[in-house]
Structure formats: structure tokens, C-alpha cells
């Protein structure tokens, strides 16, 4: 069992940034893929970026390509999504996710483990 605890959302102004971590316990994960999803109300998960532990082969959704990095430290087991110049759009609660396999998905039923997902709000 693998638990992932989300952490770094808040308000943010137009063009501001964030950084959010989600921090991986239970049993090891490397060599499995990790990725971070949003979802506002109404609408079904989105797949944001995901990144596999044994490459550093990075995912992006078309979206925030140039915005959002992702990226990993494999002794803290944690991975966390740079949010830079953000966007009213953008708004969401953001949730970190890990794969039992090797297999880099970009749906939510290609992950196996969820945190509990931390508010992104992007004012103007």
C-alpha cells in the first residue's frame, strides 16, 4: 500500500506561482510512475504531468507545457509540480497519484494510489 500526502495549494494572483509536493510512504515506489491530476466541479479528472522514477522522462499536458515542471527527489521520496504564471484556469484541486506498474498513463484508472488533493485558486 502506498499513501501520498499533497501539500503547497493556496490563493494565488494571475501570474503568480506555486509549488506543490506530495510526499510517498508505505513501500517503495520507485520504478513506478507518478503523475498529478486536477479536477474542478463538474468535470472529470485531467491529467496534468506524470514522470517515471527510473527515467527522468517528464509528461505534460499540452495545457502547461512551459508553465508546470515536474520533478522528483528520490531520497525524500517526493515529487512536486512548479506552477509558474498561473491562470484563473488553472483553478482546481490538484492530487498526486502513483502507478503499480510501469507504465506511464495519462487516465485516471492508470493509477492505482491517491492523495487526498490540495486547492489550487488563481484570482485576478
Known amino acids: 500500500q502506498v499513501q501520498l500526502v499533497e501539500s503547497g495549494g493556496g490563493l494565488v494572483q494571475v501570474g503568480g506561482s506555486l509549488r506543490l509536493s506530495c510526499a510517498a510512504s508505505g513501500r517503495p515506489i520507485s520504478n513506478y510512475p507518478m503523475a498529478w491530476f486536477r479536477q474542478t466541479p463538474g468535470k472529470e479528472r485531467e491529467f496534468v504531468a506524470a514522470t517515471r522514477w527510473r527515467t527522468y522522462n517528464t509528461y505534460l499536458v499540452d495545457s502547461v507545457k512551459g508553465r508546470f515542471t515536474m520533478s522528483r527527489d528520490n531520497a525524500k521520496n517526493t515529487v512536486y509540480l512548479q506552477m509558474n504564471s498561473l491562470k484563473p484556469e488553472d483553478t482546481a484541486v490538484y492530487y498526486c497519484?502513483?502507478?503499480?506498474?510501469?507504465?506511464?498513463?495519462?487516465?485516471?484508472?492508470?493509477?492505482?494510489?491517491w492523495g487526498q488533493g490540495t486547492q489550487v485558486t488563481v484570482f485576478s
Open positions: 497519484a502513483a502507478a503499480a506498474v510501469d507504465r506511464v498513463g495519462r487516465g485516471p484508472s492508470d493509477y492505482d494510489y
